[in-house]
């Protein structure tokens, strides 16, 4: 896993936030003067799945910090699920934190990722379950027997590149 885990990515946000007021570049009126508790969050948050805020694949000038009562940012660069796992950590992340995350396609190779702080409990609007819920609720949902689930007799036994050079030589 990633050593990302452990930095404040939040604490070099606001160092970037307090210099782009202090020169007053471009912008920096629609920049928080503190970040919120929130906002910290989705900073470690872009952090640990970017490897480092100062690395994500985002543009800081971009973000927009009042984006309804949440914060949206562009991604500049795919997501997946297990190489490069960037779409899990985030969805993980996102659930250990109770924030409501959306994904929004907004051209080539370019993610809208907006983010909204939930609560514990209440109505499908204001809730959001932590990992451990999230789980148990799919796997209650999810039955063990499904069409998409893992079957060994599925995989198959040539790699994908010797499966695409008896292709190349199949008439």
Known sequence: ?????????????????????????????????KLSEFQKRVCNI???????????PISID??????GSGIAMNWKREMATWDF???TMLVFLCHE?????SLEGTGP???????????????MAVRHPNLDEAVAEFREWFKPVSQVNFRVEDVPTESPTEIAVQDQHTP
């Open 85 to 87: 796992n960037q779409l």
């Open 1 to 33: 896993m990633s050593s990302y885990v452990n930095l404040d990515h939040a604490a070099w946000m606001q160092k970037e936030i307090d210099i782009k007021r202090h020169i007053k570049r471009k912008g920096w009126e629609k920049l928080p003067e």
């Open 62 to 67: 971009s973000i927009d910090w009042n984006y």
């Open 46 to 56: 872009i952090g640990i799945v970017g490897s480092g805020i100062y690395n994500a």
């Open 109 to 123: 190779g370019q993610l809208k990722v907006a983010f909204w702080q939930r609560k514990e409990d209440g109505n």
């Open 97 to 101: 934190a109770r924030i409501r995350c």
